[in-house]
């Protein structure tokens, strides 16, 4: 069978976006949901590693692409609406951003974690992607142990101002021509950013993105183009 009369088996009509269930072919483990859309989908049949779009980076990625832990597919299951996938994959290290195996790890009632962290997310990802996936996760916390949900619990303005403060302290230190405070105040100054960005649900990825869009074109140009 084409490969295209495969794809149009998915009822695209309900949605761009197919739900994609990700289950360990070995012991059956539920390892992680995702979606896909036509493309991803399509990328996925033809060469059998897993490939997603992600909401937050806007844009299809192959798993693992940054950190190794590919996904190699065994078999591609639609439901019996045609709006839901089911593969079974051998999985590569970790399936979760975390460093652990599964991304179904905290039992809803308690809160509690089941199971332990396998491999350190910075060095799956680096620092500032770990960063971001970590104030997303800080987002629901108690704002008595998390200055990061505190931030957040106070509104826009309260990140904003922060952002533009720290924007000054860094401008200040520049000016005295001081190294480490110039390194101290850009951590701020990014983490702060990050936050605002994270409340938007906007994935560094995104702005890595749009640098790489920019690197064929001069500045002149870039902020013509904007103007025009």
Not at 49 to 59: G, I, L, T
Not at 74 to 93: A, R, W, Y
Not at 138 to 162: F, M, Q, V, Y
């Amino acid at each position: 069978m084409s490969l295209e009369k495969v794809l149009n088996r998915v009822d695209w009509q309900k949605s761009e976006l197919l739900p994609v269930i990700v289950q360990d072919n070995a012991s059956n483990e539920v390892l992680m949901m995702a979606y896909m859309n036509k493309e991803a989908l399509e990328l996925s049949l033809s060469t059998k590693v897993a490939h997603y779009f992600s909401r937050s980076k806007q844009r299809i990625w192959k798993k693992g692409e940054s950190s190794g832990h590919t996904q190699h597919i065994h078999s591609f299951n639609i439901d019996c609406d045609n709006d839901t996938l089911l593969i079974k994959v051998t999985q590569e290290g970790v399936a979760c951003h975390t460093g652990r195996r599964s991304c179904f790890f905290t039992e809803l009632e308690s809160g509690e974690a089941n199971s332990e962290v396998e491999v350190s997310s910075e060095a799956l990802y680096g620092v500032i992607d770990t960063l971001y996936h970590t104030i997303q996760d800080r987002k629901n916390a108690d704002p008595e142990s998390s200055w990061t949900a505190k931030l957040i619990s106070k509104g826009d303005n309260t990140i904003l101002k922060k952002v533009v403060e720290e924007a000054g302290e860094f401008s200040f230190a520049y000016k005295d021509n001081d190294e480490s405070e110039m390194i101290y105040e850009a951590a701020d100054l990014t983490y702060h950013m990050l936050v605002a960005l994270a409340v938007k649900n906007i994935s560094p990825d995104r702005i890595k993105q749009e640098l790489a869009r920019r690197f064929d074109m001069s500045g002149i140009a870039e902020k013509n183009s904007r103007e025009n």
